[in-house]
Nanobody, 121 residues
């Protein structure tokens, strides 16, 4: 399985951006998929998770602003981000695992390469 994250860029505070994660090599409809981010000098943190049944959960700091969606036919996962804040600046990674992952679990089997999101104040 290969994951390719894209869509990052520079955006002003209050703006919106959509990241995409495209999977190849296997259909991931039964996989747990997630978005993580890592800011400079900080640990990688979970942004949001989407289980195979479609349920989602998000870290508190992005609830109400970020939305994960998946397209089983295209084998993609998007992260729609709105009302962006400078503290959202980070490298964003998509991840996937064939197990039903718990939100605190970081041990995903597959990772994308990361895409930079920079939010200017």
């Amino acid at each position: 399985v290969q994951l390719q994250a894209s869509g990052g860029g520079l955006v002003q505070a209050g703006g919106s951006l959509t990241l995409s994660c495209t999977a190849s090599g296997r259909t991931l409809s039964s996989y747990t998929m997630a978005w993580f981010r890592q800011a400079p000098g900080k640990e990688r943190e979970l942004v949001g998770i989407c289980w195979s049944g479609g349920n989602t959960d998000y870290t508190d700091s992005v609830k109400g602003r970020f939305t994960i969606s998946r397209d089983g036919r295209k084998n993609t996962m998007d992260l729609q981000m709105s009302s962006l804040k400078p503290e959202d600046t980070a490298v964003y990674y998509c991840a996937a695992d064939r197990h039903q992952m718990r939100p605190l679990n970081r041990d995903y089997g597959y990772w994308g390469q990361g895409t930079q999101v920079t939010v200017s104040s």
